[in-house]
């Protein structure tokens, strides 16, 4: 797969898995007790019926991110159920971007371990299909829409070969589903923010992915390019892809999903939006932040102070 990126596609080197070894955190001076108190909030029970991590789209264990060591994301574990239009939810600073990135390898992870229909990233790229945020991607770059949408092919045509006839066809109709076909040789700087955003669903449209991943895809948008959104997440769910999406309106989570993850640097709890998008779960996510920031920073301090780590 080609990361779609804020700059020209990125090579498989750029790409390499930079993750630590998969590792719980007592590893590193944490106790299974300590970890447990990061967190004011209880888990709920994994969904029954959940994929095993060996064939779910998306399997998380232990993944901990973070900056500067302050811990962004704590002791994720998730596995992520196929054909479903799944949405994580949080307040800002949760993670939610994070999470994305690090299960893409473009960002690296304190522990853990990411599963792509049970294998790394890096050996299923290919199945992975991405929509960054517009504000990541520099516009200014010279090409034209259907050229952005192409790199989504490169996957298919290999690097630094030409991209056929065929494959501008398929880049051609990917534009054509979210209503951009006509815009196919203007440059994307000459695109409004909506036109712009379509163009990049496109180039994931055009990768032909299992999974996609995107990132606040109606962030800042007009309402027709919510539709087009919209449609073209069911047509992917109809065709029984599995699309996770970082979304910030609560308003709408019922109305465009099935599946919900809410994420408040750990997973609060996921499962069907019907089971899940309760009053109490939204504020066990959004209650408490401060309290869960300073404790789990706390627990980093005291490992890094801890004999024998690293």
Known sequence: MNQPTANPPRTAAADADRTVPPARMASRGVTDDQTASATPVAHTAPPTGEEHPRTAPLAIHDMTVAYDRKPVLWDVDLNVPEGQLVAIVGPNGAGKSTLIKAA?????????????YGKPYRKQRHLVGYV???????????????????MGRYGRIGWFRPVTRKHR????????????????????????????????LARALAQDAKLYFMD?????VDAATERAIVRVLHE??????????VHHDLQTVTEYFDYLILLNMRVVTHGSVDDVFTQENLRMTYGGRLTLLSEAAQLFTQQSRSPGVD
Request: no cysteine; net charge negative; aromatic share 6%.
């Open 216 to 220: 606040e895809p109606f962030a800042s």
């Open 236 to 245: 992917l769910k109809d065709a029984g892809r599995t699309v996770i999406v």
């Open 132 to 150: 960054p945020q517009r504000e990541t991607v520099d516009w200014d770059f010279p090409v034209s829409a259907l050229d952005v949408v192409a």
């Open 104 to 116: 893409l390898n473009l960002m690296p992870m304190v522990s853990g371990q990411v599963l792509i």
């Open 169 to 200: 066809r398929a880049a051609l109709d990917a534009l054509e589903r979210v209503e951009m076909a006509q815009y196919a040789h203007r440059q994307i700087s000459q695109l409004s923010g909506g036109q712009q955003q379509r163009v990049f």
